[in-house]
């Protein structure tokens, strides 16, 4: 997915990051934007989600981290794409561990165990690997990502994903943080309650073999950008388990093997 040519004007960048952004901040489903813009690349789509991302900051939202999404090689092959989607995350997104969802403010949420990486030193592609990740890190911690797309009836494709920011919404951080030599990252497991119900369970290495592999990716996806992650950012890897659809009167527990567990409730 390396930076290809780009099809829109900047007209057309700025009136669909509104469009998008409008979908999502009045919780309204929208049809994929490549409906009207069907010659749209990875790079025109990444322009509208970083418009997005400005329009938030300018009204005084702060980017609070980045999000990777398609972090499993076999969706990845089912989609005909080479490497995952990044999104970011804004402030208002933030769930406390425990804490409540209100569904009135989303379309048609899902969630998905993840682990995410807070680092402690910049990471900068190209060529970014596991080993610079894994140095860079300051700990890990325990994060149920709550995912809503604005598309109607789920009908997109990869390119409307990306201009709707990756499909972020909520993310909700608690369990315990660890030390990277501390946890088997490959392997440890992960169980996800629904009232009460085991509904799937996973191991890290779900997400492209290994985690730190998901951060590598990321800062390769930034290099062709100019951007890279600086030390201090908080980055959700990608999904462990599949995405479960919520809906109000639901709670969740995730438990994670040897750190604990992340719990919310969906109201």
Same mark, same amino acid.
């Given at each position: 997915?390396?930076?290809?040519? #780009? !099809?829109?004007?900047r ?14 901040l009045?919780?309204?489903d929208?049809?994929?934007? &490549? ?11 990444? /322009? ?10 300018s #009204? $005084?939202?702060?980017?609070? $981290?980045?999000?990777?999404?398609? &972090?499993s ?11 995952? @989607?990044?999104?970011?995350?804004? /402030? ?22 993840? +682990? ?22 300051d700990?890990?911690? *325990?994060?149920?990502?709550? @995912? ?8 997109? /494709? ?5 201009? /709707? ?7 909700? !951080? ?27 369970? $996973? ?22 950008? $100019?951007?890279?992650? *600086?030390?201090? !950012?908080?980055?959700?890897t990608?999904? @462990? !388990? ?10 969740? +527990? ?14």
């Open positions: 997915m390396s930076e290809q040519q #780009r !099809t829109l004007t007209d057309q960048v700025l009136a669909l990051a509104e469009h998008v952004e409008s979908a999502e009045n919780r309204q929208i049809t994929k934007v &490549t409906n009207d813009y069907p010659d749209m690349t990875f790079a025109d789509a990444y /322009d509208v989600q970083w418009e997005i991302r400005r329009r938030k900051e #009204r $005084g939202n702060r980017i609070v $981290g980045m999000k990777m999404g398609l &972090t090689w076999a969706k990845m092959a089912q989609m005909g794409v080479e490497t995952p @989607i990044y999104g970011f995350l804004a /402030d208002y997104f933030s769930v406390p561990d425990g804490g409540v969802v209100n569904t009135a403010e989303l379309i048609h949420p899902k969630i998905e165990a993840e +682990i995410s990486f807070v680092t402690k030193a910049p990471l900068k592609g190209p060529g970014c690997h596991i080993g610079d990740v894994l140095a860079a890190t700990f890990v911690v *325990p994060t149920v990502e709550v @995912i809503d797309s604005r598309y109607e009836n789920f009908k997109f /494709d990869l390119i409307s994903v990306v201009a /709707d920011n990756a499909s972020s919404t909520r993310f909700i !951080t608690g369990g315990q943080m660890a030390s990277v030599e501390d946890v088997d990252l490959k392997n440890f497991g992960v169980v996800v309650e629904k009232n009460g119900e085991v509904v799937d369970v $996973g191991a890290g290495a779900a997400v492209l073999g290994h985690p730190a592999s998901s951060v590598a990716m990321l800062a390769n996806l930034l290099a062709e950008r $100019g951007e890279h992650i *600086p030390a201090g !950012t908080f980055i959700m990608g999904g @462990i !388990t599949a995405a479960i659809s919520v809906q109000a009167g639901d709670n969740i +527990i995730v438990r994670y093997q040897g750190l604990g567990s992340v719990s919310a409730r969906f109201i």
